[in-house]
């Protein structure tokens, strides 16, 4: 396994590399950065402007894309301090960009442990008797409520439990005007956003999960634990869950992987100051200095979750072998 894990980090770099120039030359393709700084910043002299094209290395031609990519590597390979500006007020990238980040991980974060836990519990008991009212129960329910789009739960928990019964907070992280940390306010301007990625997460889960049991429930190693006398909630525990588990990983990984990209819809409709939210603003300016970074953030995790699935696939199957 240290073999694997040593030559995934190897093929990491030149991925990540490869990877990122394609997004730099979309960005650069789709955004026009030049453009999107004039408009920004009327008034700016062509001293200024040039001094934004040297930055950022927004040079032209086929050769001034590979240079002007590898000039921006070389700055954010260096750290915060030396990546370029936001061409709005010439603001550092790195705070509101790591401020974001912490606010998706906490959104992404707690949904994700309540709506796995929940959704491959929920499977588990609906594989039990398949076929049967707890089965149909739960996945009809899974179904009816992963049909529903995350914006049009979100508005109607908003109009329930926020306009109707004022019970909770609709949006933001905190109050207006609130200074320094509180747990209490921050968990009750979480409570509807975590609802509406957590249900979403909880019915895809559901039903993957009790999809991959029945699968297993089949095989020939289930019938030999079956015949030796093992009872059915050992097989169900130390094999069928097991097993079934290879594949629901691979789903989690690339789910855990793009998840820091932010969760736009719920992140916007709440006004969450999260990684979606940031995205939307930077793409909205054209904010090239804004763009990058986060693309590499998501590239980078989603990389970094699929090495972690394939470990664990060895880990929950001993007939893998990575080597």
């Known amino acids: 396994m240290l073999r694997f894990i040593i030559r995934r980090l190897l093929w990491l770099v030149p991925t990540v590399v490869f990877v990122t120039f394609l997004v730099y030359v979309a960005i650069r393709i789709g955004w026009n950065p030049v453009a999107t700084?004039?408009?920004?910043?009327?008034?700016?002299?062509?001293?200024?402007?040039q001094q934004y094209i040297e930055v950022n290395g927004l040079?032209?031609?086929?050769?001034?894309?590979?240079?002007?990519?590898?000039?921006?590597?070389?700055?954010?390979?260096?750290?915060?301090?030396?990546?370029?500006?936001s061409i709005k007020g010439r603001a550092e990238v790195w705070p509101p960009l790591r401020y974001s980040m912490f606010n998706t991980l906490r959104l992404a974060g707690i949904s994700t442990i309540i709506g796995i836990s929940i959704g491959l519990l929920t499977g588990i008991i609906a594989s039990l008797r398949p076929g049967g009212i707890v089965d149909g129960v739960i996945n009809t329910s899974a179904f009816v409520v992963g049909?529903?789009?995350p914006f049009v739960s979100a508005v109607v928990l908003q109009l329930i439990f926020a306009v109707q019964l004022g019970w909770l907070?609709?949006?933001?992280?905190?109050?207006?005007?609130?200074?320094?940390?509180?747990?209490?306010?921050?968990?009750?301007?979480?409570?509807?956003?975590?609802?509406?990625?957590?249900?979403?997460?909880?019915?895809?889960?559901?039903?993957?999960m009790r999809a991959s049991i029945l699968d297993v429930r089949s095989s020939d190693y289930l019938r030999t634990a079956r015949?030796?006398?093992?009872?059915?909630?050992?097989?169900?525990?130390?094999?069928s869950v097991r097993n079934a588990l290879v594949p629901v990983v691979t789903l989690l990984?690339?789910?855990?992987?793009?998840?820091?990209?932010?969760?736009i819809i719920t992140e916007a409709i709440f006004e969450y100051p999260g990684m979606g939210v940031f995205f939307l603003r930077a793409a909205g300016n054209g904010d090239f200095p804004q763009l990058m970074p986060y693309m590499v953030i998501i590239i980078v995790s989603v990389l970094m979750f699929n090495l972690i699935a394939d470990l664990t696939y060895a880990v929950l199957d001993p007939r893998i072998r990575l080597d």
């Open 227 to 239: 015949a030796k006398g093992i009872s059915e909630f050992r097989v169900l525990t130390r094999h």
């Open 253 to 263: 990984g690339l789910d855990l992987g793009t998840i820091l990209g932010g969760l």
């Open 59 to 85: 040079y032209e031609g086929f050769w001034g894309y590979i240079r002007g990519y590898f000039s921006w590597l070389w700055s954010f390979v260096q750290g915060p301090d030396q990546w370029p500006r």
């Open 37 to 49: 700084y004039k408009r920004a910043n009327p008034r700016a002299s062509e001293a200024k402007v």
């Open 147 to 149: 049909s529903i789009q």
């Open 169 to 208: 907070p609709p949006a933001g992280v905190y109050p207006p005007g609130q200074d320094g940390f509180d747990l209490w306010l921050m968990t009750q301007h979480l409570i509807l956003p975590v609802t509406v990625v957590a249900i979403q997460i909880i019915a895809g889960y559901a039903r993957y």
